[in-house]
């Protein structure tokens, strides 16, 4: 088993210990239904190793950051959406509200989106 986190909630799930509605595997990522989504169709794409966040990958991690990014098209195959379009977003630090420490790709999609993400942004910072 790769390094896990005994407490952490997504490696609880890679671990099966607690139910997801998983899509997508293989020996490096995971993907599974968000539990509160989004859009139509919102998946979180995880790495089966414990990384906090962006800023906790290391240069050795390069790999699993690319299986993170390949993992994508095929989970957006998966739920019909690779042609119609999708966004991934990583939530990273309080600012961005990433609430799992513990890196997730969201991947949404399902219908038209707005952008950029924050109303008004355009107007505050030109
Ligand atoms: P973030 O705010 O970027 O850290 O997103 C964390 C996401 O994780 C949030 O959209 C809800 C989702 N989530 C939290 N707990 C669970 C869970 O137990 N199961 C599933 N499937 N998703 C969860």
Known sequence: MLQQEADC???????????????????????????????????LIIPVKHIASLNDLCPEDEAIAGHILLAASVVADIEGIRESGYR??????????????????HLIGGERMGWPPFPGAAALHG
């Open 88 to 105: 991934l977003v990583f939530n990273t630090g309080k600012d961005s509200l990433q609430s799992v420490l513990h890196i997730h790709a």
């Open 9 to 43: 909630l997504f490696c609880r799930i890679v671990r099966g210990e607690i139910p997801a509605r998983i899509v997508y595997r293989n020996d490096h990522v995971l993907a599974f239904r968000d539990i509160t989504p989004v859009a139509p169709q919102h998946l």
